[in-house]
């Protein structure tokens, strides 16, 4: 990884980091108001209604108190019970809660009249209500303490914003989606443009040179008048062709870019006879391989082969594969290029002796610009096989690859037939 790629990761890390404890903390904020204003809102509402209840309460009990003669002990706390309950009726059912505890006290004498819970009064209720009333006994304006508490009080509230907490989350959510979205585009389009200037640069590099050895190459042809000995000549022409070679691979790479860059829109789709176009093909590689003494081999044996694609990109494919095969083979190339068809499609099999690839690398050759470096000292970008993998990708076919290290590889190229 270069300082680059580090940078931009730990830029990555560190912006999500932030974000993220930005929008935990916007969520504990909104989370506080909406609880308190909630809140607010039940105890308002509550107070309201138990105002209500209280008031009309003591108008009856006094109405109703009013035409007894005595009123027995009993009988005061039966109208306490009765208030009670139109409480819990008309406050707690339409709250939704459960077990809410009424007490209501006298002030005067501080006797709790009636509780439907404990005796004990403490200042966590919720509710507390004052409202005063005329005694029936004494006849005189008694003080009492109404007391209304919701148990839970807290999970009640909590109960009542989940929709708009679990829509605060999805939000939040939703925000670091897009988030981790945008900086993952703008930090693969940084990569991308270091890659492409990486890429030019290399490409220079490397066309300087082949055009350099093979104009010292014709400078000595030239020196000497054309007149040297066979076997200088033929050592001048192997340099020339060979770095010929090497230019025309690079023509090749720079070509696949822009087919790939443009993708499908470019593509020519005809008929394409892949057993013509293979022998075509090897025909270009025939002097390459006999040149190092080895062979090239071909086992055509596809009793369909032609299917619906460009010709040119699939070209690209098997050249590309060839000339790997060619490239990383140390001692002479034995290239075996086989086909087979089935009622889907035809296989194309590249198989070479070379260095072979390691296990842990044959998920990775099809990334852009990934390269084995230590089992090899041939130059090159790592983009051969990943034009190869989005070339085959574009005709709807599969790729698949076998090595063994030391020993050679396979690829297996499988291209359905298309519609006809
Ligand atoms: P390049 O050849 O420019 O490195 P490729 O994408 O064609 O790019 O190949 C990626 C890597 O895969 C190469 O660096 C090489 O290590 C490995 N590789 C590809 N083809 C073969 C092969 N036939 N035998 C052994 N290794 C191969």
Known sequence: MNSIQKNLKSLYFVSSVFLLLILVLVFLILHKYAYNYEKSKVIQATTIELQKNVTQFSIDFFETNQQKDSITEDHFKEQFRVMASKIDQNISKPLGVENAIIVIKNL????????????EITDKYSAPISCAFISP????LTHYICYYDIPNFKYLILGHLQLAMSFTITLIILLIVVFVFIIRRWISGVKESKLKDDFFQNITHELKTPIATTSIATD????????????????????IVDENRKMKQIVDDLLTISVVENGKSKMINGEVNIHD?????????????????????S?????????????SYINMIFTNLIDNAIKYSKDAPIINIT??????????????NGIGIPSDALNKIFH?????????????????????????????????VKSTLNNGTEFIVFLPFGKK
């Not at 086992?299 to 010709?311: K, M, R, W």
């Not at 086909?339 to 198989?351: A, D, E, F, L, P």
């Not at 230590?374 to 599969?398: A, I, R, T």
């Open 220 to 239: 000595i042809f030239k020196k000497f008048n054309y007149e040297l000995p066979s076997e200088k000549i033929k050592t001048y022409i192997n340099i």
């Open 108 to 119: 005067n004498n501080n006797k709790i009249e009636f509780s439907n819970g404990s005796n």
């Open 137 to 140: 006994v004494s006849g005189k």
């Open 339 to 352: 086909t087979s068809s089935n009622q889907y499609g035809i296989s194309i099999g590249v198989k070479d």
């Open 299 to 311: 086992e055509l044996n596809a009793t369909q082969s032609v299917v619906v694609g460009d010709s």
């Open 368 to 400: 852009k610009t990934y390269r084995i470096k230590n089992n090899h000292d041939v130059k090159g970008f790592g983009l051969g096989l990943y034009f190869v993998k989005q070339l085959v990708d574009v005709h709807h076919g599969e790729i698949n």
């Open 277 to 297: 176009l293979l022998n075509k093909t090897l025909k270009n590689f025939q002097f390459v391989v006999e040149e190092r003494g080895g062979k090239l081999i």
